[in-house]
């Protein structure tokens, strides 16, 4: 929540002892309409600024050299007992909460971009097997806090090439959380191109968080998700779509994957938006066997410049109470509103793990068969040492140059196979749309503070 910081913080400081570390690292100046604002990094605290602290802030974080007074500065922002809420600790590794299962790792489409190489990620078409994905339910079971809700998710490839698999372990998983005392919930991630209408009812049933991969309008769609035999594969999502919709699952998501020849991506979204998803959002390709498809770190000014643009349409909705669901800029905004703070990117490795069809563990669904990312197996359970250890180096505070980024725990670092792939390019874009993303926050928060306060009842009124 925004306070002024003119309430917060003493202007005449005594002095204190600190170890130089540059202030732009833990504080961040930002504009909005409505003025001048203050990102407290630790902690993800906005504030609003009078004038004096503005240019007073300014100042310093210009100087960039540690007086008495920033260290004071700093100081006045530690919560009792100087303690900070993110510290350079690692996180031990905690009880699972969610797994996903590479239950088809293989695909019916032959996307131009596809990361995982149709689903064989580099290897042989493969299906999990019924004992295979009961084990993996039982390790997350096992391996999971008691009591806490749980998620398993189904994953490929394309998943529904295996779909008896899905119908059994649905229902299967049900049961075991029943029993052990926990609510099991259910995602699913499809090109949308083989849903039927019994694969509908079971995922409206259990309450499916479904996301579909839909590229934009036919024309492009067609372009960059064709069968293997060159043939589109637009009209078969809208088929499935129209299957889901008729059904409704739990939640229903469109992931829309960029491209560098995507082009402007708000006619994109609106497309998108307008066949029935309860929201949309973007992705651009980092990692491509085909160069061509995907982002350079030239290409992301341009990226930045059209999701600036479809997130200042969500919000000119937001202003006027209507809904225009880009989960993007939503998310963003909830993030910054609880105050999300993370030295991580993900829940890889840490609560999150992902099993490939023989029962091996790993960091996530994009890390499966990669030995670096293996972190042992339903069958013998997940080796904690392997966790502990991709914690330790993975935290945000110990990678360069994510370390001295202002925008540390909001972003966390950067998708792991990402960056093992291709290093950090998109950073600048990343700190340009949590800026934006920072701002837009500060107004919505003053001009509708009950979309923040009440967001399930707020497009009702
Ligand atoms: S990946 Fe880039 S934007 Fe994210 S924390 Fe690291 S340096 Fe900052
Ligand atoms: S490592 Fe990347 S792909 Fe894997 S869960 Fe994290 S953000 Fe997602």
Same mark, same amino acid.
């Given at each position: 929540m925004k306070v002024a910081v003119s309430e917060s913080i003493d202007p005449n400081p005594t002095k204190s002892a600190a170890a130089h570390v540059p202030l732009s690292r833990d504080f961040h100046l930002f504009e909005s309409q409505l003025g001048n604002h203050l990102l407290v990094v630790d902690g993800s605290q906005v504030f609003d600024l009078d004038p004096f602290w503005a240019e007073q802030l300014e100042k310093w974080l210009v100087a960039e050299e540690l007086t008495a007074e920033m260290t004071a500065f700093r100081q006045s922002f530690l919560m009792p007992g100087g303690k900070v809420a993110i510290n350079d600790t690692p996180l031990e590794p905690p009880p699972l909460r969610s797994l996903s299962l590479n239950i088809a790792q293989s695909c019916n489409l032959g996307c131009q971009y596809c990361y995982a190489d149709a689903g064989k990620f580099g290897g042989h078409a493969q299906f999990m097997a019924q004992d295979v994905a009961e084990q993996g339910v039982e390790r997350l079971i096992i391996e999971a806090e008691p009591g806490v809700d749980l998620v398993v998710g189904f994953m490929g490839g394309e998943p529904l090439l295996n779909r008896q698999l899905i119908?059994? *372990?649905?229902?299967?998983?049900?049961?075991?959380?029943?029993?052990?005392?926990? @609510?099991?919930?259910?995602? !699913?991630?499809?090109?949308?191109?083989?849903?039927?209408?019994?694969?509908?009812?079971?995922?409206?049933?259990?309450?499916?968080? *479904?996301?579909?991969? *839909?590229?934009?309008?036919?024309?492009?769609?067609?372009?960059?998700?064709?069968?293997? @035999?060159?043939?589109?594969?637009?009209?078969?999502?809208?088929?499935? !779509?129209?299957?889901? @919709?008729?059904?409704?699952?739990?939640?229903?998501?469109?992931?829309?994957?960029?491209?560098?020849?995507?082009?402007? !991506?708000?006619? *994109?979204?609106?497309?998108?938006?307008?066949?029935?998803?309860?929201?949309?959002?973007?992705?651009?390709v980092l990692v491509s066997p085909n160069p061509d498809y995907a982002f350079e770190a030239e290409d992301f000014s341009q990226f930045l410049e059209d999701m600036l643009e479809c997130g200042q349409v969500c919000q000119q909705h937001l202003l006027d109470g209507k809904r225009f669901p880009f989960t993007n800029f939503e998310t963003a905004l909830h993030e910054i509103h609880r105050g999300s703070h993370r030295p991580y990117p993900c829940g890889a490795g840490a609560g999150y793990l992902s099993m490939n069809s023989q029962g091996k563990l790993y960091a996530c669904h994009r890390l499966v068969d990669n030995e670096q990312w293996a972190l042992g197996s339903a069958q013998d359970g997940s080796n904690f040492e392997a966790r502990q250890e991709l914690l330790k180096r993975s935290h945000v505070n110990s990678r360069s140059p994510c370390r001295n980024c202002w925008a540390r725990y909001l972003c966390g670092g950067g998708c792991y196979h990402e960056v093992s792939q291709q290093g950090r390019i998109a950073c600048d874009y990343i700190r340009g749309w949590l800026e934006f993303c920072l701002a837009a926050y500060a107004e919505l928060s003053t001009a509708r503070p009950e979309y923040f306060l009440t967001p399930e009842t707020y497009f009702v009124n």
């Open positions: 119908h059994h *372990i649905t229902r299967y998983a049900s049961q075991r959380g029943q029993e052990t005392g926990h @609510k099991i919930r259910f995602s !699913l991630t499809t090109n949308g191109t083989l849903i039927e209408p019994e694969d509908a009812a079971l995922f409206a049933a259990y309450g499916f968080n *479904i996301s579909v991969s *839909i590229d934009g309008p036919q024309w492009l769609h067609d372009r960059l998700r064709p069968t293997p @035999k060159g043939r589109g594969s637009y009209e078969a999502v809208l088929r499935g !779509l129209e299957r889901l @919709k008729a059904k409704r699952p739990g939640h229903l998501s469109a992931r829309i994957t960029v491209t560098p020849q995507t082009g402007q !991506l708000l006619p *994109i979204l609106r497309h998108v938006l307008s066949l029935g998803f309860d929201d949309a959002g973007f992705a651009p």
